[in-house]
């Protein structure tokens, strides 16, 4: 069986590129297909294999600004062809899930994430200030969901990470999809770190800095909390006023190797993750070393941590909501067997077994005539 992966761009190891892994993992032999590579930028797995990608990969400045091309990255992901192959299988939370099939070749969507820019999200990433905002970029949001919606029926099968992607995929595409929950772990933890209150004296933040993550409600929290630290891991266009924003006893130590990472896991009494994530990965990575979870209520953080037992759920994303939270969260007897509990459901073998699954149903299913192309 021929199998193409199709993912949307290579810039970075984030959750999508751990997605991708394995399911490059699942099928060896699999050529890949993205809109652009920026070369260093991802791991060995991933950059050793046959990657093919499209004009966008030639255009200046794509480096740095590739996503100002945005609005032609339709065009772009429609060039690929995939006559000669059995089965395209997309890593998707852009374009990548708008590829034309070839009439007989299956189509298998992991979809990461409706574009929340151009859906749920759009006031959040495009503000109305500003002339560019009010004028040039509603027409592209507008042709940029037109497109999106036309498209839906290219894919033979949706899965996707969690039941509030799947929810979205209905809403906006009419389309049931499998939740089949993203590889965060090679395994279990045979032993978890200490417990939060024989932890040191910080909080954690571990994120894109990016303005739906909220950071910025969890910074001025700590303002009224100035006898426990917050570490602010990561980077992004926020950075800056973030850093502005900040008092004494909250720091941003930039990014940080993955060994660091997983030490102050270890090391935090929990971590804030104050956005709407649709999974979230992080949060799983933190439970797996003990590190209790303090989240907004809503989104994919409702199917990863348990309140009470995991973590502290605060319903309002607000400063008040989050101090609270963390106070609450330090008079918790938190127990490892309820964190090796939580995180057992997100192991790479489980993934697996759960894809195989899909590619063996769709690859005995006759294909139908696709629509929206």
């Known amino acids: 069986m021929k199998v193409a992966v199709v993912h949307d761009w290579l810039t970075g190891m984030r959750g999508g590129e751990v997605v991708l892994e394995a399911i490059l ?3 060896p032999n699999a050529d890949l297909f993205t ?37 032609l990255f339709p065009l772009a992901i429609e060039q690929f062809d995939f006559h000669g192959y059995d089965l395209i299988i997309s890593s998707s939370h852009c374009v990548a899930r708008g590829v034309i099939p070839p009439p007989g070749v299956k189509h298998l969507s992991y979809f ?34 037109m497109w999106d919606v036309s498209t839906r029926d290219r894919v033979d099968q949706y899965t996707c990470n969690s039941a509030f992607v799947a929810e979205r995929i209905r809403l906006y595409y009419g389309k049931q999809a499998r939740v089949i929950p993203p590889p965060c772990l090679d395994k279990v933890p045979d032993r978890i770190p200490a417990a939060p209150d024989e932890r040191e004296n910080f909080y954690l933040i571990v994120s894109a800095f990016v303005p739906y993550k909220r950071i910025d409600l969890a910074v001025e929290a700590f303002r009224g909390l100035p006898d426990r630290r917050l570490v602010v891991v990561g980077d992004g266009p926020e950075a800056g006023r973030l850093r502005k924003l900040a008092p004494e006893n909250v720091s941003f130590p930039g990014r940080v190797s993955r060994k660091e990472i997983l030490r102050l896991y270890s090391k935090a009494r929990g971590l804030l993750f104050p956005g709407v994530e649709d999974f979230g990965i992080v949060p799983v990575e933190a439970q797996s070393y003990g590190c209790p979870v303090i989240a907004f209520g809503r989104g994919g953080s409702l199917e ?14 607000t400063v008040d909501a989050i101090q609270d939270a963390v106070l609450r969260n330090e008079v918790i007897r938190y127990r490892a067997s309820d964190f090796r509990l939580s995180v057992a459901r997100f192991t790479s073998d489980n993934f697996k077994k759960a894809m195989r699954t899909e590619i063996q149903k769709i690859m005995s299913t006759q294909t139908g005539k696709k629509k929206g192309r």
């Open 35 to 71: 809109l652009m590579y920026n070369p260093g930028t991802v791991s060995d797995l991933i950059a050793n294999r046959k990657i093919h990608t499209s004009f966008i990969d030639r255009l200046p400045f794509k480096s740095k600004r590739y996503r100002h091309y945005l609005p």
């Open 304 to 317: 990863t941590v348990v309140d009470g037992r995991t973590g502290v759920f605060f319903k309002a994303q």
């Open 112 to 145: 990461h994430s409706p574009m929340r820019y151009v859906w749920d999200m759009y006031a959040e990433y495009f503000p109305r200030r500003g002339l560019l905002n009010r004028t040039v970029i509603p027409f592209f949001a507008h042709y940029l969901r």
């Open 25 to 27: 993992r699942l099928v």
